[in-house]
């Protein structure tokens, strides 16, 4: 049996990654629980292992007295002089318990306890490995699709993401290589769950991380991300080096880089737009793809008045509005549209009420007529 459990915990130590010393604790708790149940619970009943072989030693301990009241937990000065000589009064001697009926209980209760141990330490290794990974991209490979969810493969472990998670419209398959954001891990008795999504801006601003070797080394800062997942992404950049152009950096050349992470989006616009701390200078590039003529702004209320011309008008707000929509979001600010021809109407309507109330305070003004 020694050899037996030596061979598994060398095999488990080697495979796992689990140190010989945690697993030998945990065994020695085991059988000691085992041993002292076999001896009626008896509390002076210890137990040794040799980690190099695997023997097991269990002995009682006994206390050496003058004259033996509890012959379970002592022994007298005279009978424990024929086995340790230099024992006196009061000491305490390990004595040999017969194990042969052991065997069979210990080889059982070892591989019970090195496989949970086992089981425990592996939930400890991939809970220790993946918390400081949250907002990471983690690669992996679809194993199936259950009641809502992705079962993901990512190496050591599975990671669950919900239908909600995946991209609009994006139907995954067994077999399929995907990458996803963690976003929490969770311990339950059942082990550590992973919960990854591809729907969180930050998904894209790790993706840039990846792809872009200035934005991973912190020359060129992502300073904020919107999106609205299968259809658009806006994220603001700026360089801190004045030599690196923060935009040109995340396209690459060609388009190389921006175009790897469209294709992980399943074909998501991405704009990238160089921040600024001026509002209207920032608005009319958070706008793009459209032109702008004009920018007013009310800074108490922080809202914006835009100007384009006519043919640009729907570029502006979008489809169903979301240009406009993820360009508030990405600056701060409330932001309304106006064709050029709406914003001349609306100028040409101010000039006449102008002038009709000019016209009509003159009049007012004017002295009455005296009769001849």
């Known amino acids: 049996m020694t050899k037996e459990l030596l061979y598994l915990i060398d095999q488990m130590c080697r495979e796992k990654g689990i140190s010989r010393g945690v697993l030998f604790s945990a065994l020695e708790s085991a059988l000691l629980s085992a041993a002292r149940k076999k001896y009626s619970g008896r509390m002076n009943i210890n137990l040794r292992i040799d980690q190099k072989t695997c023997a097991i030693d269990i002995f009682e301990t006994k206390k050496v007295v003058e004259k033996v009241e509890n012959p379970n937990e002592e022994i007298s000065l005279k009978d424990a002089k024929k086995l340790y000589p230099g024992k006196a009064l009061g000491d305490e001697v390990e004595l040999p318990l017969n194990i042969q009926d052991f065997g069979r209980i210990a080889a059982q209760t070892a591989k019970q306890v090195i496989f949970q141990r086992v089981r425990e330490a592996e939930r400890d290794v991939i809970y220790n490995e993946f918390k400081d990974k949250v907002g990471q991209v983690v690669s992996g490979t679809v194993v199936r699709k259950e009641r809502g969810y992705y079962y993901i493969h990512t190496g050591k472990t599975e990671a669950v993401m919900p239908h909600k998670d995946a991209l609009p419209g994006e139907s995954l398959r067994r077999g399929d290589t995907v990458r996803s954001l963690i976003e929490d891990i969770k311990l339950t008795p059942k082990g550590p769950i992973i919960h990854v999504t591809r729907t969180n801006p930050e998904f894209v601003k790790a993706l840039f991380k990846m792809e872009v070797p200035e934005v991973s080394e912190g020359l060129v800062v992502i300073k904020d991300v919107v999106r609205e997942p299968g259809e658009r992404t806006k994220l603001a950049v700026y360089s801190k080096d004045p030599s690196i152009d923060p935009v040109g950096a995340c396209v690459g050349m060609k388009g190389t880089r ?44 922080k809202s914006a008045m835009v100007v384009v011309g006519d043919q640009h008008l729907a570029i502006a707000i979008g489809k169903k509005g979301q240009n406009v929509r993820l360009a508030m979001k990405l ?34 003004e004017k002295p009455p007529s005296e009769d001849g």
């Open 258 to 301: 921006v175009q790897a992470i469209v294709r992980e989006l399943r074909g998501e616009r991405i704009d990238i737009i160089p921040w600024t701390d001026d509002p209207r200078v920032l608005i009319a590039r958070a706008l793009s793809p459209a032109t702008i003529d004009k920018v007013g702004i009310n800074e108490e209320a």
């Open 331 to 364: 600056t701060g600010w409330d932001i309304d549209i106006l064709s050029e021809s709406e914003y001349s109407n609306m100028k040409m309507e101010e000039a006449d009420k102008a002038f009709g109330e000019a016209t009509k305070e003159k009049k007012e």
